[in-house]
């Protein structure tokens, strides 16, 4: 493969990856409120949330890949996967790296979860969202795709839905009571309802 060929894998993967990783960011609020989107039942949005994760990540490698091999840019493999080393832009190609590592890192954590304590899986999930601005940033320094034209319009339509996203998984926390309160309300729904079922006493005079 030419040079070129892959100077236009790179860059297409790449702008692919953005709009991929925002979609996963989206289903996975969607996931989390127990939504669903139209024609697919609940599991059919769990099903969805994973399967883009893992295309971004196959995308993801062939992007890497395309910059290690490319002859144009200095990255060695090393590079790729330890920020801020490679002597081609630094601070473009570190901050890449730094959004492979955390996505490599959601994934690989989100194929373990029935391993993985929940509190852990959690946490990490939340590096979610600091890949999507690390991504951002490594798109708009490494190159000018995303700075005009229709690569612009593409970079702030993302931007909408993920700040919405994060405004609405925002709320959702802080509009929940700790867990134990939900737990002491349930249980106490729960006696209620068993008390209203009970039959009642008739006490009769005489």
Do not use: K, Q
Not at 29 to 46: D, K, S
Not at 51 to 60: D, G
Not at 71 to 89: K, N, T
Request: net charge positive; charged share 10%.
């Amino acid at each position: 493969m030419s040079d070129e060929a892959l100077w236009y894998l790179n860059r297409a993967t790449g702008i692919v990856l953005l709009v991929l990783m925002t979609g996963a960011i989206v289903l996975g609020v969607v996931v989390r409120r127990r939504g669903r989107l139209p024609g697919l039942p609940r599991f059919g949005v769990a099903g969805l949330h994973r399967n883009v994760a893992l295309l971004s990540v196959v995308l993801l490698v062939a992007h890497v890949l395309s910059a290690v091999v490319d002859s144009y840019v200095e990255i060695g493999l090393v590079d790729a996967v330890v920020p801020f080393l490679s002597g081609y832009r630094p601070l473009a190609a570190g901050l890449g790296t730094l959004a492979l590592d955390l996505i490599v890192l959601v994934v690989v954590t989100s194929l373990l979860r029935g391993r993985l304590p929940l509190g852990l899986l959690r946490w990490v999930h939340r590096l979610s969202w600091i890949m999507w601005p690390v991504a951002l940033g490594h798109g708009i320094s490494a190159g000018s795709d995303l700075a005009s034209g229709w690569g612009l319009v593409l970079v702030l339509a993302c931007a909408v839905a993920t700040v919405v996203t994060a405004a609405v998984a925002y709320l959702d926390r802080h509009s929940l009571p700790p867990s134990g309160e939900r737990a002491a309300a349930a249980l106490a729904a729960t006696s209620t309802a068993l008390g209203a079922g009970r039959p009642v006493a008739i006490h009769r005079n005489g």
